[in-house]
T-cell receptor
Framework: DQQVKQNSPSLSVQEGRISILNCDYT??????FLWYKKYPAEGPTFLISISSIKDKNEDGRFTVFLNKSAKHLSLHIVPSQPGDSAVYFCAGGGADGLTFGKGTHLIIQP | DAGVTQSPTHLIKTRGQQVTLRCSPKSGHDTVSWYQQALGQGPQFIFQYYEEEERQRGNFPDRFSGHQFPNYSSELNVNALLLGDSALYLC????????????????FGQGTRLTVV
């Protein structure tokens, strides 16, 4: 049973435009959610988090939105830059550690 | 600050052998978690150590065991290796969550790529 789902394996966005990465979850017990970015041959790098009691958190170009009723969260990157090309993982956090989705490969095109 | 460091970076083992992977947490962090990332998948939680004890465990068999030392560094041991154990093994460190709403972002090392042949 996949508790965290990222249904888009890849996403291509033009440089300067908005990138929207989506994530759905089934476990209502997650206390918070995190987004990680991963380059090849490196470990995941923390990007941004959101508590389950919030609906939005913003940090520079990155904004995460949480819709608890729909069990859905999204990461918005504005404007998208070439260095944003990477695999993005959504994760739910709680008493059982972090549960990750399979990731979305974001490709920023010039 | 060196961040989270893992060793070795790559390892090749034969089926049936045993392996030990090592992790040094980020300075100031007292909690270490281990994850297995198979190709094309997200990291899967193996277990977490705090105060030298296993605090939480994911859905992994007893062949996977660990240890945490007084300096907070940690080892992951896998016995009787199977071909399916080939994966990237990630170590993550964090401060131990001390509140229900404390977002505990974990900082990851670069991982150890284990290949079982």
């Amino acid at each position: 049973d996949q508790q965290v789902k990222q249904n888009s394996p890849s996403l291509s966005v033009q440089e300067g435009r908005i990138s929207i990465l989506n994530c759905d979850y089934t476990n209502s017990m997650f206390d918070y959610f995190l987004w990680y970015k991963k380059y090849p041959a490196e470990g995941p790098t923390f990007l941004i988090s959101i508590s389950s009691i919030k609906d939005k958190n913003e940090d520079g170009r990155f904004t995460v939105f949480l819709n608890k009723s729909a069990k859905h969260l999204s990461l918005h990157i504005v404007p998208s830059q070439p260095g944003d090309s990477a695999v993005y993982f959504c994760a739910g956090g709680g008493a059982d550690g972090l549960t990750f989705g399979k990731g979305t490969h974001l490709i920023i095109q010039p | 600050d060196a961040g989270v460091t893992q060793s070795p970076t790559h390892l090749i083992k034969t089926r049936g052998q045993q392996v030990t992977l090592r992790c040094s947490p980020k300075s100031g962090h007292d909690t270490v978690s281990w994850y297995q990332q198979a190709l094309g998948q997200g990291p899967q939680f193996i277990f977490q150590y705090y105060e030298e004890e296993e605090r939480q465990r994911g859905n992994f068999p007893d062949r996977f065991s660990g240890h945490q030392f007084p300096n907070y560094s940690s080892e992951l041991n896998v016995n009787a290796l199977l071909l399916g154990d080939s994966a990237l093994y990630l170590c993550a460190s964090s401060p131990f969550p001390r509140g229900p709403e404390m977002n505990t972002e974990a900082f990851f090392g670069q991982g150890t790529r284990l290949t079982v042949v």
